[in-house]
Protein backbone atom coordinates (compact mmCIF):
# COMPACT_ATOMS: atom_id res chain seq x y z
CA UNK A 1 0.00 0.00 0.00
CA UNK A 2 1.26 3.21 -1.28
CA UNK A 3 1.28 5.71 1.63
CA UNK A 4 2.75 9.13 2.00
CA UNK A 5 2.58 10.65 5.25
CA UNK A 6 3.47 14.28 6.02
CA UNK A 7 4.61 16.61 9.54
CA UNK A 8 1.85 17.96 12.00
CA UNK A 9 0.82 21.05 11.84
CA UNK A 10 3.10 24.08 12.41
CA UNK A 11 2.14 27.80 13.25
CA UNK A 12 4.97 30.21 12.51
CA UNK A 13 5.52 34.06 12.46
CA UNK A 14 5.31 36.32 9.85
CA UNK A 15 8.86 36.59 8.19
CA UNK A 16 9.71 32.92 9.55
CA UNK A 17 10.16 29.43 7.77
CA UNK A 18 8.86 26.23 7.24
CA UNK A 19 10.02 22.80 6.95
CA UNK A 20 7.30 20.34 6.06
CA UNK A 21 8.20 16.56 5.92
CA UNK A 22 6.67 13.63 3.55
CA UNK A 23 7.67 10.14 4.22
CA UNK A 24 6.41 7.56 1.66
CA UNK A 25 6.47 4.02 1.97
CA UNK A 26 5.03 1.10 -0.06
CA UNK A 27 7.12 1.92 -3.23
CA UNK A 28 10.62 2.36 -4.42
CA UNK A 29 11.40 6.14 -3.58
CA UNK A 30 13.69 6.67 -6.53
CA UNK A 31 10.75 5.82 -8.65
CA UNK A 32 8.16 8.33 -8.78
CA UNK A 33 8.71 12.63 -9.00
CA UNK A 34 6.85 14.08 -6.01
CA UNK A 35 5.19 17.48 -6.11
CA UNK A 36 4.04 19.86 -3.96
CA UNK A 37 0.69 21.91 -3.91
CA UNK A 38 -0.82 24.05 -1.40
CA UNK A 39 -4.56 24.80 -0.34
CA UNK A 40 -5.26 28.07 0.97
CA UNK A 41 -8.53 28.53 3.41
CA UNK A 42 -11.45 28.06 1.30
CA UNK A 43 -9.78 28.29 -2.17
CA UNK A 44 -8.45 26.23 -4.89
CA UNK A 45 -5.40 23.91 -5.13
CA UNK A 46 -1.82 25.74 -6.27
CA UNK A 47 1.26 23.89 -7.85
CA UNK A 48 4.37 24.81 -5.96
CA UNK A 49 7.14 22.35 -7.66
CA UNK A 50 7.94 19.10 -8.15
CA UNK A 51 11.16 17.10 -7.21
CA UNK A 52 13.13 13.90 -9.08
CA UNK A 53 13.94 12.38 -6.32
CA UNK A 54 16.67 10.04 -8.21
CA UNK A 55 19.09 12.93 -8.29
CA UNK A 56 17.64 15.84 -6.75
CA UNK A 57 16.93 17.89 -9.35
CA UNK A 58 13.18 20.68 -9.08
CA UNK A 59 11.49 22.43 -10.86
CA UNK A 60 9.43 25.56 -9.01
CA UNK A 61 6.65 27.45 -9.98
CA UNK A 62 7.44 31.08 -10.85
CA UNK A 63 5.43 32.10 -7.89
CA UNK A 64 7.57 30.24 -5.64
CA UNK A 65 10.67 30.63 -7.25
CA UNK A 66 13.68 31.92 -4.95
CA UNK A 67 11.27 31.13 -1.40
CA UNK A 68 10.95 27.78 -1.71
CA UNK A 69 13.22 24.59 -1.78
CA UNK A 70 12.31 21.10 -2.27
CA UNK A 71 14.52 18.19 -0.98
CA UNK A 72 15.08 14.61 -0.38
CA UNK A 73 16.42 11.59 1.66
CA UNK A 74 16.95 8.92 -0.13
CA UNK A 75 18.38 6.95 3.18
CA UNK A 76 14.82 7.36 4.89
CA UNK A 77 12.75 7.43 1.66
CA UNK A 78 11.63 11.22 2.80
CA UNK A 79 10.71 14.56 0.67
CA UNK A 80 10.74 18.51 2.31
CA UNK A 81 9.00 21.52 1.23
CA UNK A 82 11.21 24.75 2.86
CA UNK A 83 9.14 27.91 2.73
CA UNK A 84 11.10 30.83 3.72
CA UNK A 85 10.18 34.04 4.47
CA UNK A 86 6.43 33.30 5.40
CA UNK A 87 3.46 36.04 5.33
CA UNK A 88 -0.03 35.38 6.15
CA UNK A 89 -0.37 34.63 2.68
CA UNK A 90 1.04 31.40 2.86
CA UNK A 91 -1.14 30.24 5.68
CA UNK A 92 -2.23 26.93 4.24
CA UNK A 93 -2.82 23.45 3.62
CA UNK A 94 0.75 21.81 2.25
CA UNK A 95 0.57 18.83 0.30
CA UNK A 96 2.76 16.26 -1.25
CA UNK A 97 0.97 14.29 -3.69
CA UNK A 98 3.26 11.87 -5.94
CA UNK A 99 3.84 12.00 -9.31
CA UNK A 100 2.60 9.67 -12.11
CA UNK A 101 -0.16 12.19 -12.84
CA UNK A 102 -0.66 13.06 -9.23
CA UNK A 103 -1.94 9.19 -8.13
CA UNK A 104 -1.50 9.09 -4.30
CA UNK A 105 -1.79 12.84 -2.02
CA UNK A 106 -0.47 12.78 1.68
CA UNK A 107 -3.00 13.74 4.43
CA UNK A 108 -1.67 17.74 4.25
CA UNK A 109 0.03 20.15 6.97
CA UNK A 110 -1.67 22.90 7.93
CA UNK A 111 0.52 25.74 7.85
CA UNK A 112 -0.60 28.88 10.09
CA UNK A 113 1.14 32.18 9.84
CA UNK A 114 0.13 34.52 12.47
CA UNK A 115 1.71 37.35 14.39
CA UNK B 1 1.04 29.85 -18.17
CA UNK B 2 -1.46 27.69 -18.72
CA UNK B 3 -4.85 28.63 -17.83
CA UNK B 4 -7.34 26.25 -16.80
CA UNK B 5 -11.01 27.23 -17.00
CA UNK B 6 -13.75 25.29 -15.30
CA UNK B 7 -17.81 25.56 -15.94
CA UNK B 8 -19.94 25.55 -13.39
CA UNK B 9 -18.13 26.62 -10.36
CA UNK B 10 -21.41 25.92 -8.71
CA UNK B 11 -23.50 22.70 -9.30
CA UNK B 12 -26.70 22.27 -7.71
CA UNK B 13 -28.23 18.46 -8.26
CA UNK B 14 -30.71 16.37 -7.39
CA UNK B 15 -29.47 12.71 -5.78
CA UNK B 16 -30.05 10.27 -8.99
CA UNK B 17 -29.63 12.86 -11.97
CA UNK B 18 -26.94 13.19 -13.98
CA UNK B 19 -24.38 16.18 -13.70
CA UNK B 20 -21.45 17.59 -16.18
CA UNK B 21 -18.68 19.69 -15.66
CA UNK B 22 -16.63 21.64 -18.17
CA UNK B 23 -12.64 22.15 -18.19
CA UNK B 24 -10.90 24.41 -20.95
CA UNK B 25 -7.41 25.10 -21.58
CA UNK B 26 -5.81 28.09 -22.69
CA UNK B 27 -4.03 25.91 -25.00
CA UNK B 28 -4.11 22.28 -26.34
CA UNK B 29 -2.46 19.59 -23.86
CA UNK B 30 -1.71 17.10 -26.66
CA UNK B 31 1.98 16.25 -25.43
CA UNK B 32 4.85 15.64 -27.70
CA UNK B 33 4.50 12.31 -26.50
CA UNK B 34 0.74 12.33 -27.74
CA UNK B 35 -0.65 11.31 -24.55
CA UNK B 36 -3.03 13.86 -23.60
CA UNK B 37 -2.11 14.79 -19.73
CA UNK B 38 -5.88 15.89 -18.04
CA UNK B 39 -6.84 14.28 -14.86
CA UNK B 40 -9.57 15.01 -12.83
CA UNK B 41 -10.00 15.13 -8.74
CA UNK B 42 -12.48 15.10 -6.37
CA UNK B 43 -11.88 16.62 -2.82
CA UNK B 44 -14.77 16.13 -0.18
CA UNK B 45 -15.19 18.01 2.61
CA UNK B 46 -11.94 18.04 4.72
CA UNK B 47 -10.39 15.78 2.74
CA UNK B 48 -6.94 15.00 1.01
CA UNK B 49 -8.08 15.57 -3.34
CA UNK B 50 -8.10 12.08 -4.63
CA UNK B 51 -7.65 11.21 -8.49
CA UNK B 52 -10.74 10.73 -10.57
CA UNK B 53 -9.37 10.13 -13.90
CA UNK B 54 -6.16 10.63 -15.55
CA UNK B 55 -4.65 11.32 -18.93
CA UNK B 56 -8.88 12.18 -20.03
CA UNK B 57 -10.62 9.03 -19.37
CA UNK B 58 -8.81 6.51 -17.62
CA UNK B 59 -10.84 5.44 -14.09
CA UNK B 60 -8.75 5.15 -11.59
CA UNK B 61 -8.80 1.74 -9.13
CA UNK B 62 -11.76 2.16 -7.34
CA UNK B 63 -13.88 4.98 -8.86
CA UNK B 64 -17.24 4.25 -9.16
CA UNK B 65 -18.15 3.69 -12.96
CA UNK B 66 -20.72 6.55 -12.88
CA UNK B 67 -17.84 8.64 -13.34
CA UNK B 68 -16.32 9.02 -16.80
CA UNK B 69 -13.73 11.76 -18.88
CA UNK B 70 -13.69 12.88 -22.19
CA UNK B 71 -12.61 15.36 -24.19
CA UNK B 72 -9.50 16.67 -26.56
CA UNK B 73 -7.56 19.02 -27.18
CA UNK B 74 -8.09 21.74 -24.67
CA UNK B 75 -12.21 20.86 -24.28
CA UNK B 76 -12.67 18.56 -21.68
CA UNK B 77 -15.81 16.90 -19.33
CA UNK B 78 -16.94 15.01 -16.25
CA UNK B 79 -19.56 13.37 -16.20
CA UNK B 80 -21.38 11.63 -13.12
CA UNK B 81 -24.34 9.76 -14.83
CA UNK B 82 -26.07 9.53 -11.76
CA UNK B 83 -25.20 11.44 -8.28
CA UNK B 84 -25.23 9.81 -5.04
CA UNK B 85 -24.39 11.57 -1.89
CA UNK B 86 -21.24 10.74 -1.74
CA UNK B 87 -20.04 12.54 -4.44
CA UNK B 88 -20.77 16.25 -2.41
CA UNK B 89 -17.87 18.23 -2.73
CA UNK B 90 -15.19 20.12 -5.00
CA UNK B 91 -13.92 18.63 -8.23
CA UNK B 92 -10.71 19.90 -9.91
CA UNK B 93 -9.44 19.45 -13.71
CA UNK B 94 -5.21 19.66 -13.66
CA UNK B 95 -3.19 19.74 -16.95
CA UNK B 96 0.16 18.21 -16.33
CA UNK B 97 1.39 18.63 -20.08
CA UNK B 98 3.13 21.89 -19.44
CA UNK B 99 3.97 21.93 -16.05
CA UNK B 100 1.18 21.86 -13.87
CA UNK B 101 -1.86 23.96 -13.14
CA UNK B 102 -5.22 23.37 -11.78
CA UNK B 103 -8.67 24.83 -12.38
CA UNK B 104 -10.67 26.68 -9.84
CA UNK B 105 -12.69 24.04 -8.48
CA UNK B 106 -16.52 23.08 -9.18
CA UNK B 107 -18.72 22.69 -5.97
CA UNK B 108 -20.95 19.94 -6.38
CA UNK B 109 -24.04 19.74 -4.00
CA UNK B 110 -26.76 18.18 -3.34
Known amino acids: QVLLVQSGAEVKKPGASVKVSCKTSGYTFTTYYMHWVRQAPGQGLEWMGI????????TYAKKFQGRVTVTRDTSTSTVYMELISLSSDDTAVYYCAREANMDVWGQGTTVTVSS | DVVMTQSPLSLPVTLGQPASISCRSSQSLVDSDGDTYLNWFQQRPGQSPRRLIY???NRDSGVPDRFSGSGSGTDFTLKISRVEAEDVGVYYCMQGTHWYTFGQGTKLEI
Open chain 2, 55 to 57: KVF
Open chain 1, 51 to 58: INPTGGST
